[in-house]
Protein backbone atom coordinates (compact mmCIF):
# COMPACT_ATOMS: atom_id res chain seq x y z
CA UNK A 1 0.00 0.00 0.00
CA UNK A 2 1.36 2.92 -1.06
CA UNK A 3 2.57 5.36 1.94
CA UNK A 4 0.44 8.26 0.81
CA UNK A 5 -2.87 6.67 0.75
CA UNK A 6 -5.30 5.83 4.03
CA UNK A 7 -4.55 2.90 5.28
CA UNK A 8 -8.35 2.73 6.53
CA UNK A 9 -9.03 2.24 2.68
CA UNK A 10 -6.70 -0.97 2.35
CA UNK A 11 -9.70 -2.63 4.42
CA UNK A 12 -12.84 -2.94 2.82
CA UNK A 13 -13.84 -3.82 -1.32
CA UNK A 14 -15.21 -1.61 -3.74
CA UNK A 15 -19.32 -1.82 -4.22
CA UNK A 16 -20.01 -4.76 -6.78
CA UNK A 17 -23.86 -3.96 -7.63
CA UNK A 18 -23.80 -8.17 -8.59
CA UNK A 19 -22.34 -9.41 -5.27
CA UNK A 20 -19.70 -12.39 -5.54
CA UNK A 21 -20.07 -14.62 -8.84
CA UNK A 22 -20.13 -18.20 -8.88
CA UNK A 23 -18.27 -20.16 -11.06
CA UNK A 24 -19.24 -23.19 -13.19
CA UNK A 25 -21.25 -23.28 -16.59
CA UNK A 26 -22.41 -20.77 -19.13
CA UNK A 27 -25.87 -21.11 -19.81
CA UNK A 28 -27.61 -19.53 -23.08
CA UNK A 29 -30.25 -17.77 -20.90
CA UNK A 30 -28.95 -15.73 -18.58
CA UNK A 31 -31.76 -13.79 -16.33
CA UNK A 32 -30.81 -10.38 -14.63
CA UNK A 33 -32.91 -10.80 -11.26
CA UNK A 34 -29.88 -9.74 -8.79
CA UNK A 35 -30.28 -5.46 -9.28
CA UNK A 36 -34.11 -4.69 -9.05
CA UNK A 37 -34.59 -3.22 -12.05
CA UNK A 38 -37.77 -3.25 -14.31
CA UNK A 39 -37.89 -5.68 -16.50
CA UNK A 40 -38.64 -3.54 -19.67
CA UNK A 41 -36.69 -1.53 -20.96
CA UNK A 42 -38.33 2.02 -21.99
CA UNK A 43 -40.32 2.18 -24.67
CA UNK A 44 -40.02 2.52 -28.29
CA UNK A 45 -41.88 6.05 -28.68
CA UNK A 46 -40.01 7.46 -25.55
CA UNK A 47 -37.03 6.17 -26.85
CA UNK A 48 -37.46 7.84 -30.10
CA UNK A 49 -38.75 11.38 -28.25
CA UNK A 50 -35.55 11.02 -26.61
CA UNK A 51 -33.34 10.61 -29.68
CA UNK A 52 -35.71 13.53 -31.24
CA UNK A 53 -34.14 15.70 -28.20
CA UNK A 54 -30.67 14.73 -28.52
CA UNK A 55 -31.00 15.91 -31.97
CA UNK A 56 -32.90 18.90 -31.76
CA UNK A 57 -32.66 20.32 -28.31
CA UNK A 58 -29.10 18.90 -26.59
CA UNK A 59 -25.99 21.55 -27.68
CA UNK A 60 -23.30 18.86 -27.05
CA UNK A 61 -20.23 20.98 -26.84
CA UNK A 62 -22.28 22.64 -24.03
CA UNK A 63 -22.92 21.88 -20.47
CA UNK A 64 -25.66 20.82 -18.93
CA UNK A 65 -28.38 22.88 -16.89
CA UNK A 66 -26.34 23.36 -13.64
CA UNK A 67 -28.80 23.95 -11.47
CA UNK A 68 -31.71 20.94 -12.84
CA UNK A 69 -34.46 23.52 -13.35
CA UNK A 70 -36.33 22.23 -15.38
CA UNK A 71 -36.29 18.98 -14.47
CA UNK A 72 -37.04 20.05 -10.36
CA UNK A 73 -40.00 21.86 -11.68
CA UNK A 74 -41.24 18.39 -13.19
CA UNK A 75 -40.35 16.13 -9.94
CA UNK A 76 -42.10 18.26 -7.43
CA UNK A 77 -45.67 17.98 -8.46
CA UNK A 78 -44.78 14.45 -9.37
CA UNK A 79 -43.96 14.24 -5.67
CA UNK A 80 -46.84 15.75 -4.71
CA UNK A 81 -49.20 13.64 -6.63
CA UNK A 82 -47.18 10.74 -5.42
CA UNK A 83 -48.19 11.29 -1.75
CA UNK A 84 -51.87 12.87 -2.36
CA UNK A 85 -50.40 16.07 -1.51
CA UNK A 86 -52.08 19.49 -2.16
CA UNK A 87 -49.94 21.21 -5.00
CA UNK A 88 -46.98 23.64 -3.78
CA UNK A 89 -47.28 21.50 -0.78
CA UNK A 90 -43.11 20.20 -2.06
CA UNK A 91 -41.72 22.79 -4.53
CA UNK A 92 -38.30 22.67 -6.85
CA UNK A 93 -36.76 24.59 -3.59
CA UNK A 94 -37.21 21.39 -1.71
CA UNK A 95 -35.73 19.09 -4.79
CA UNK A 96 -32.06 18.07 -4.98
CA UNK A 97 -30.94 15.72 -8.42
CA UNK A 98 -28.16 13.59 -7.85
CA UNK A 99 -26.46 11.29 -10.45
CA UNK A 100 -27.73 8.47 -9.28
CA UNK A 101 -29.80 8.45 -5.62
CA UNK A 102 -25.81 7.20 -4.56
CA UNK A 103 -24.98 10.75 -5.21
CA UNK A 104 -27.32 12.29 -2.86
CA UNK A 105 -26.26 9.53 0.35
CA UNK A 106 -22.26 11.40 -0.39
CA UNK A 107 -23.32 14.49 -0.75
CA UNK A 108 -25.97 14.22 2.85
CA UNK A 109 -22.68 12.70 4.19
CA UNK A 110 -20.65 15.21 3.33
CA UNK A 111 -23.46 17.27 4.87
CA UNK A 112 -23.59 16.20 8.14
CA UNK A 113 -20.64 13.91 9.07
CA UNK A 114 -17.30 14.31 7.48
CA UNK A 115 -14.29 15.45 9.29
CA UNK A 116 -15.10 12.93 12.35
CA UNK A 117 -18.24 15.27 12.85
CA UNK A 118 -20.96 12.60 13.26
CA UNK A 119 -21.10 8.91 12.86
CA UNK A 120 -24.49 7.01 10.73
CA UNK A 121 -26.77 4.67 12.08
CA UNK A 122 -27.87 1.50 9.99
CA UNK A 123 -30.00 -1.75 10.93
CA UNK A 124 -28.29 -4.95 9.16
CA UNK A 125 -29.40 -6.18 6.58
CA UNK A 126 -29.50 -3.18 4.74
CA UNK A 127 -28.26 -1.05 1.48
CA UNK A 128 -24.84 -1.54 1.34
CA UNK A 129 -24.30 1.89 -0.36
CA UNK A 130 -24.79 3.53 2.92
CA UNK A 131 -21.91 1.88 5.17
CA UNK A 132 -19.67 1.80 2.00
CA UNK A 133 -19.60 5.40 1.11
CA UNK A 134 -19.11 6.63 4.71
CA UNK A 135 -16.45 4.37 5.15
CA UNK A 136 -14.46 6.08 2.00
CA UNK A 137 -15.50 9.26 3.39
CA UNK A 138 -13.85 8.64 7.33
CA UNK A 139 -17.24 8.21 8.75
CA UNK A 140 -17.82 6.08 11.36
CA UNK A 141 -20.72 3.43 10.86
CA UNK A 142 -22.96 1.92 13.64
CA UNK A 143 -25.10 -0.73 13.21
CA UNK A 144 -28.35 -2.54 15.28
CA UNK A 145 -29.31 -5.49 14.60
CA UNK A 146 -32.82 -6.61 13.21
CA UNK A 147 -35.44 -9.17 14.21
CA UNK A 148 -34.32 -12.21 12.83
CA UNK A 149 -38.32 -12.88 11.92
CA UNK A 150 -39.78 -9.47 10.96
CA UNK A 151 -36.60 -7.65 9.72
CA UNK A 152 -38.16 -4.88 12.08
CA UNK A 153 -35.30 -2.55 13.60
CA UNK A 154 -34.40 -3.32 16.78
CA UNK A 155 -35.20 0.44 17.87
CA UNK A 156 -34.54 0.09 21.88
CA UNK A 157 -30.45 -1.11 20.63
CA UNK A 158 -30.75 2.00 18.36
CA UNK A 159 -31.40 4.21 21.09
CA UNK A 160 -28.87 3.02 23.56
CA UNK A 161 -26.07 3.51 20.56
CA UNK A 162 -27.27 7.17 20.01
CA UNK A 163 -27.24 7.77 23.23
CA UNK A 164 -23.65 6.27 23.88
CA UNK A 165 -21.93 6.55 20.65
CA UNK A 166 -18.59 8.39 21.21
CA UNK A 167 -18.46 9.72 17.56
CA UNK A 168 -22.29 11.22 17.62
CA UNK A 169 -25.05 9.69 15.82
CA UNK A 170 -25.55 12.40 12.48
CA UNK A 171 -27.72 10.40 10.41
CA UNK A 172 -30.07 7.27 10.37
CA UNK A 173 -30.91 5.80 7.03
CA UNK A 174 -33.85 3.63 6.61
CA UNK A 175 -34.81 1.68 3.23
CA UNK A 176 -39.11 1.91 2.76
CA UNK A 177 -39.39 -0.81 2.02
CA UNK A 178 -36.13 -2.37 3.16
CA UNK A 179 -33.66 -3.89 0.68
CA UNK A 180 -32.99 -6.72 0.91
CA UNK A 181 -35.44 -7.77 3.07
CA UNK A 182 -38.55 -5.83 1.24
CA UNK A 183 -40.24 -4.96 4.45
CA UNK A 184 -41.68 -1.56 4.41
CA UNK A 185 -41.29 0.90 8.28
CA UNK A 186 -43.78 -0.60 10.31
CA UNK A 187 -46.10 2.32 12.41
CA UNK A 188 -43.80 1.56 15.44
CA UNK A 189 -40.62 2.30 13.41
CA UNK A 190 -41.77 5.61 12.06
CA UNK A 191 -42.82 6.87 15.45
CA UNK A 192 -39.22 6.17 16.69
CA UNK A 193 -38.07 7.62 14.16
CA UNK A 194 -40.11 11.28 14.45
CA UNK A 195 -39.25 11.47 17.99
CA UNK A 196 -35.23 11.59 17.25
CA UNK A 197 -34.03 15.02 18.14
CA UNK A 198 -33.36 17.24 15.62
CA UNK A 199 -29.42 16.87 15.65
CA UNK A 200 -29.68 13.64 14.13
CA UNK A 201 -31.22 13.68 10.49
CA UNK A 202 -33.62 10.81 9.16
CA UNK A 203 -33.16 9.94 5.68
CA UNK A 204 -35.85 7.83 4.23
CA UNK A 205 -34.81 5.93 1.09
CA UNK A 206 -37.59 5.78 -1.30
CA UNK A 207 -35.98 4.05 -4.14
CA UNK A 208 -39.25 1.10 -4.17
CA UNK A 209 -42.24 4.09 -3.83
CA UNK A 210 -43.48 2.98 -6.84
CA UNK A 211 -44.10 -0.63 -6.48
CA UNK A 212 -44.82 -0.34 -2.40
CA UNK A 213 -46.94 2.88 -2.09
CA UNK A 214 -45.71 3.87 1.26
CA UNK A 215 -43.97 7.21 1.71
CA UNK A 216 -43.30 9.29 4.26
CA UNK A 217 -42.97 13.07 1.84
CA UNK A 218 -45.70 14.45 4.37
CA UNK A 219 -42.74 14.36 6.82
CA UNK A 220 -40.51 16.66 4.56
CA UNK A 221 -42.62 19.85 5.17
CA UNK A 222 -43.04 19.28 8.79
CA UNK A 223 -39.69 18.61 10.23
CA UNK A 224 -36.38 20.01 9.26
CA UNK A 225 -34.25 16.83 10.27
CA UNK A 226 -36.43 14.62 7.24
CA UNK A 227 -35.11 13.68 3.91
CA UNK A 228 -37.07 10.91 1.76
CA UNK A 229 -34.57 9.87 -1.10
CA UNK A 230 -36.16 8.46 -4.60
CA UNK A 231 -34.69 6.84 -8.03
CA UNK A 232 -35.45 6.87 -11.66
CA UNK A 233 -33.39 4.00 -11.36
CA UNK A 234 -35.81 1.22 -10.80
CA UNK A 235 -39.74 2.17 -11.92
CA UNK A 236 -38.78 4.56 -14.00
CA UNK A 237 -36.56 2.24 -16.28
CA UNK A 238 -33.70 4.36 -16.18
CA UNK A 239 -31.18 2.82 -14.43
CA UNK A 240 -28.62 3.56 -17.31
CA UNK A 241 -28.98 7.27 -16.91
CA UNK A 242 -28.35 7.81 -13.10
CA UNK A 243 -30.59 10.12 -11.78
CA UNK A 244 -31.80 10.37 -8.47
CA UNK A 245 -33.38 13.00 -6.17
CA UNK A 246 -33.86 14.30 -2.77
CA UNK A 247 -37.04 15.78 -1.21
CA UNK A 248 -35.33 17.45 1.53
CA UNK A 249 -36.14 20.67 3.66
CA UNK A 250 -35.10 23.99 1.91
CA UNK A 251 -32.44 24.92 4.19
CA UNK A 252 -30.54 21.56 3.70
CA UNK A 253 -31.19 21.19 -0.43
CA UNK A 254 -29.36 24.18 -0.44
CA UNK A 255 -26.28 22.80 1.27
CA UNK A 256 -26.56 19.55 -0.54
CA UNK A 257 -26.36 21.98 -3.77
CA UNK A 258 -23.35 23.75 -2.42
CA UNK A 259 -21.05 20.13 -1.56
CA UNK A 260 -21.75 18.50 -5.29
CA UNK A 261 -19.94 18.73 -8.35
CA UNK A 262 -20.98 21.67 -10.34
CA UNK A 263 -22.42 19.90 -13.61
CA UNK A 264 -23.23 16.46 -11.93
CA UNK A 265 -25.77 15.26 -14.05
CA UNK A 266 -25.54 14.96 -17.62
CA UNK A 267 -27.48 16.54 -20.12
CA UNK A 268 -29.28 13.08 -21.68
CA UNK A 269 -29.94 12.27 -18.65
CA UNK A 270 -31.91 14.86 -17.85
CA UNK A 271 -33.75 14.88 -20.65
CA UNK A 272 -34.20 10.77 -20.22
CA UNK A 273 -35.65 11.58 -16.84
CA UNK A 274 -38.13 14.59 -18.17
CA UNK A 275 -39.51 12.06 -20.44
CA UNK A 276 -40.10 9.46 -18.32
CA UNK A 277 -41.90 12.18 -15.56
CA UNK A 278 -43.95 12.19 -18.95
CA UNK A 279 -44.88 9.56 -19.76
CA UNK A 280 -45.09 8.38 -16.21
CA UNK A 281 -49.14 6.69 -16.54
CA UNK A 282 -47.07 4.15 -19.70
CA UNK A 283 -44.55 3.23 -17.76
CA UNK A 284 -45.85 2.76 -15.05
CA UNK A 285 -48.40 1.12 -16.58
CA UNK A 286 -46.94 -2.62 -15.58
CA UNK A 287 -46.50 -2.33 -12.14
CA UNK A 288 -49.69 -4.18 -11.46
CA UNK A 289 -48.28 -7.00 -13.59
CA UNK A 290 -45.48 -7.13 -12.01
CA UNK A 291 -47.02 -7.05 -8.36
CA UNK A 292 -49.18 -9.56 -9.30
CA UNK A 293 -46.13 -11.66 -10.48
CA UNK A 294 -44.58 -11.15 -7.23
CA UNK A 295 -47.57 -12.56 -5.51
CA UNK A 296 -47.12 -15.99 -8.15
CA UNK A 297 -43.69 -16.65 -7.30
CA UNK A 298 -44.35 -15.85 -3.37
CA UNK A 299 -47.21 -18.36 -3.51
CA UNK A 300 -45.30 -20.98 -5.57
CA UNK A 301 -42.30 -20.30 -2.80
CA UNK A 302 -43.94 -20.76 0.23
CA UNK A 303 -44.95 -24.02 -1.09
CA UNK A 304 -41.33 -25.94 -0.62
CA UNK A 305 -40.44 -26.22 2.72
CA UNK A 306 -37.13 -25.87 2.90
CA UNK A 307 -37.75 -22.17 2.25
CA UNK A 308 -38.25 -19.47 4.21
CA UNK A 309 -40.34 -16.45 1.99
CA UNK A 310 -41.05 -12.67 3.16
CA UNK A 311 -43.72 -10.89 2.20
CA UNK A 312 -42.80 -8.11 -0.24
CA UNK A 313 -43.72 -4.65 -0.52
CA UNK A 314 -41.29 -4.00 -3.55
CA UNK A 315 -40.38 -5.91 -6.94
CA UNK A 316 -38.19 -8.20 -5.38
CA UNK A 317 -38.69 -11.13 -2.99
CA UNK A 318 -36.01 -12.62 0.01
CA UNK A 319 -35.78 -15.67 0.46
CA UNK A 320 -33.30 -18.18 2.78
CA UNK A 321 -32.95 -22.03 2.00
CA UNK A 322 -32.26 -24.93 4.67
CA UNK A 323 -31.90 -27.51 2.21
CA UNK A 324 -29.67 -27.24 0.21
CA UNK A 325 -28.74 -24.42 2.12
CA UNK A 326 -28.55 -20.70 0.95
CA UNK A 327 -25.42 -20.12 -0.79
CA UNK A 328 -25.56 -23.78 -2.29
CA UNK A 329 -28.96 -22.51 -3.75
CA UNK A 330 -27.53 -19.56 -4.90
CA UNK A 331 -24.22 -20.87 -6.56
CA UNK A 332 -26.97 -23.62 -8.30
CA UNK A 333 -29.20 -20.78 -9.86
CA UNK A 334 -26.28 -19.26 -11.07
CA UNK A 335 -24.93 -22.45 -12.77
CA UNK A 336 -28.63 -22.49 -14.64
CA UNK A 337 -28.31 -18.37 -15.61
CA UNK A 338 -30.43 -17.81 -13.09
CA UNK A 339 -28.70 -14.60 -11.32
CA UNK A 340 -30.00 -13.22 -8.10
CA UNK A 341 -28.21 -11.19 -5.14
CA UNK A 342 -26.92 -12.97 -2.08
CA UNK A 343 -26.85 -10.81 0.71
CA UNK A 344 -27.16 -10.59 4.30
CA UNK A 345 -27.70 -14.43 4.90
CA UNK A 346 -30.37 -14.62 2.14
CA UNK A 347 -31.31 -14.96 -1.68
CA UNK A 348 -32.56 -11.47 -2.84
CA UNK A 349 -34.43 -12.65 -6.13
CA UNK A 350 -36.05 -9.52 -8.72
CA UNK A 351 -39.63 -10.11 -9.68
CA UNK A 352 -38.83 -10.57 -13.92
CA UNK A 353 -40.59 -10.61 -16.80
CA UNK A 354 -43.82 -13.90 -16.64
CA UNK A 355 -40.91 -15.74 -18.91
CA UNK A 356 -37.74 -15.12 -16.17
CA UNK A 357 -39.74 -15.86 -13.42
CA UNK A 358 -41.10 -19.05 -15.07
CA UNK A 359 -37.11 -20.07 -15.17
CA UNK A 360 -36.58 -18.82 -11.82
CA UNK A 361 -39.60 -21.05 -10.02
CA UNK A 362 -38.20 -24.05 -12.17
CA UNK A 363 -34.67 -23.75 -11.25
CA UNK A 364 -35.65 -23.40 -8.05
CA UNK A 365 -37.75 -26.19 -8.18
CA UNK A 366 -35.13 -28.54 -9.84
CA UNK A 367 -32.59 -27.63 -7.05
CA UNK A 368 -34.33 -28.07 -4.85
CA UNK A 369 -35.87 -32.21 -5.87
C1 LIG B 1 -31.55 0.61 -6.27
C2 LIG B 1 -31.49 1.41 -5.01
C3 LIG B 1 -31.20 2.77 -5.06
C4 LIG B 1 -30.99 3.46 -6.38
O1 LIG B 1 -29.73 3.98 -6.46
P1 LIG B 1 -29.37 4.87 -7.75
O2 LIG B 1 -28.02 5.38 -7.38
O3 LIG B 1 -30.41 5.96 -7.82
O4 LIG B 1 -29.41 3.97 -8.93
C5 LIG B 1 -31.18 3.49 -3.89
N1 LIG B 1 -31.44 2.89 -2.71
C6 LIG B 1 -31.73 1.59 -2.62
C7 LIG B 1 -32.05 0.98 -1.33
C8 LIG B 1 -31.75 0.81 -3.77
O5 LIG B 1 -32.03 -0.48 -3.69
Not at 61 to 77: E, S
Request: hydrophobic content about 45%.
Amino acid sequence: MSSFLRPDLAEFAAYSAHGPEASGASPEIIDSLDTNECPYDLPEDLKAKLAWMYQQEIAANRYPDGGHGALKGAIAPYVNESAALPADTVSADHISVGNGSDELIRSLLIATCTGRAGAILVASPTFSMYGILAQTLGIPVVTVPRDPDTFAVDTVQAQVVIAQSAVPVRVVFMVHPNSPTANPLTPQELDWLRQLPPEVLVVVDEAYFEFSQHTTVADVPQRDNWVVTRTFSKAFRLAAHRVGYAIAPPALTQVLEKVRLPYNLPSFSQAAALVALRGRLQLLSVIPEILAQRQRLYDALTQHPDLTVWPSAANFLYVRATAPDTATLFQRLYQLGTHVRHTGGGLRITIGTPEENDRTLAHIADILG
